[in-house]
């Protein structure tokens, strides 16, 4: 048996414990109520994600097989449905980081905004205005133990999500590297500052800490961006995305493999594997010096989750590290974030 089966064995042996955990894990009334309700409030409304299942939008198992992705130089391609307020995704930092720590060599990430929250021309699930998230966001935070203040919906609450969507796609135009961190500095001035990054001057700020040209971006988002989300809504449709996190991983010859919402780190790596057998993990250096060199802004699950440091251990060695110089603290009344002084 070479490497690569085995290995592929192993992780389905240990998805198979995760899911067996998850469903004999027992759960008090309260919980389960949450539960009921957050599953039949997000079948009618997108702001309301079940964290059990981390789905922010409206499920489907199902995705399209009518799509032919263009591959790449990479044996691995992963669409990747998103949107910069879905708080499932922000879930997900952790896992996608690793994975392309681990896994950058064989994989290529092809981002796609999904179109999360148009507007608020509805009244369904229990929501009917934005203050109606606030409570929701504080709960997900703790589920995913990732910081998010619920209080920007009471605070500065965003029309829609289209607006950042679209200055994510005019990112792109620019550098998609910077993109994706352009689309990070977003989620961290929205989750854990309060900021409205539907305005103009939140992602302009973003724009200038990611490295990108505030000004042409401007001109961008004015201009081509637009029809560039256009094309990832209709994308999405014919993929039959309904939900964030979606990622569709594809081969050269077009098998698939979907993980669909927010999941254990094996479930990534099973999908690569399950298309691409022979791939290999990249060792990386684990220390604070290169993570932090590596993603300028850590959270502490995300820290715990690439340094291999028990979750007890990370927060209290991040603050070590904050009170000899080495990092500056962002606090939040949900956690906190750490990075670069």
Same mark, same amino acid.
């Given at each position: ?24 894990? $027992? ?11 957050? %599953? ?13 299942? @981390? ?10 097989? $009518? ?5 790449? @130089? ?30 950058? %060599? ?19 699930? @229990? ?90 971006? %401007? ?20 993929? @039959? ?52 060199? $590596? ?47």
């Amino acid at each position: 048996m070479n490497k690569a089966s085995a290995w592929y064995k192993f992780a389905i042996i240990v998805i198979w414990l995760t899911a067996f955990y998850s469903c004999t894990a $027992q759960v008090n009334d309260a919980q389960k109520n949450k539960i009921k309700m957050a %599953k039949d409030s997000i079948n009618n409304n997108p702001l309301i994600c079940d964290p059990v299942e @981390g789905i922010c939008g409206i499920p489907d198992s199902t995705a399209s097989q $009518q799509v032919t992705s263009q591959q790449t @130089g990479k044996p691995i391609k992963i669409v990747y449905f998103t949107d910069p307020i879905c708080s499932s995704c922000w879930g997900i930092e952790p896992q996608l980081r690793k994975l392309k720590l681990e896994y950058g %060599k064989h994989i290529e990430i092809d981002y796609r905004m999904g179109g999360l929250l148009p507007d608020w021309s509805y009244n369904s699930g @229990g929501i009917s205005k934005p203050s109606d998230v606030a409570h929701h966001w504080d709960e997900v935070s703790a589920y995913y133990d990732m910081p998010i203040d619920g209080d920007i919906w009471l605070e500065d609450p965003l029309a829609s999500s289209y607006p950042p969507s679209i200055a994510f796609k005019a990112a792109q135009m620019q550098d998609k590297e910077k993109a994706i961190l352009f689309l990070r500095k977003m989620r961290e001035l929205l989750f854990l500052r309060k900021k409205n990054i539907a305005k103009w001057e939140h992602m302009a700020a973003a724009a200038k800490s990611a490295g990108l040209n505030p000004e042409q971006l %401007k001109i961008d988002f004015e201009g081509k961006a637009k029809s560039l989300f256009e094309e990832d809504l209709k994308l999405a449709k014919e993929y @039959g995305v309904r939900g964030f996190p979606t990622m569709i991983f594809m081969n050269s010859s077009n098998t698939r493999e979907v993980v669909y919402g927010a999941k254990p780190y094996p479930f990534y790596e099973t999908a690569i594997f399950k298309l691409y057998p022979q791939a290999g993990k990249s060792e990386y250096t684990k220390t604070w010096e290169a993570l932090f060199a $590596q993603y300028p802004s850590l959270t502490a699950k995300e820290f715990t989750e690439l340094s291999g440091t028990p979750r007890a251990e990370s927060e209290k060695y991040l603050d070590e590290l904050t009170a000899n110089g080495k990092l500056e603290k962002i606090t939040t009344k949900n956690g906190a974030i750490w990075q670069l002084k």
